[in-house]
């Protein structure tokens, strides 16, 4: 399943976020951009929309600084356990 050029524009202009973000988040959005996909196909709702959110889901990451994004998780960690 390939995605539609007006989506890979998209991707194409939040990869500088994507490398200010979380290591993988690259790589993520484009499999969340492909099972949206999947789900498109099967329930009717506003592909733009969708696809748009699918990509850019996770691009606030990119304003937090690394070590801040680490205690968070640490935090989150703590508070489950």
């Known amino acids: ?3 539609k050029s007006k989506y890979k524009n998209i991707f ?3 990869k500088p976020y994507y490398k200010k973000g979380r290591e993988a988040d690259k790589e993520h959005h484009l ?3 492909k099972m949206m996909q999947r789900i498109l ?3 009717d709702l506003n592909e733009d929309i969708m696809m748009a959110a699918a990509l850019l889901h996770d691009i ?3 304003k937090i600084p ?3 994004e680490k205690i ?3 935090i989150k960690l703590s508070v489950t356990i």
């Open 31 to 33: 499999a969340v951009a």
């Open 72 to 74: 968070i998780g640490q």
């Open 12 to 14: 194409e202009l939040a």
């Open 41 to 43: 196909e099967e329930i």
């Open 66 to 68: 690394a070590r801040r």
């Open 1 to 3: 399943m390939r995605i």
């Open 60 to 62: 606030g990451y990119a």
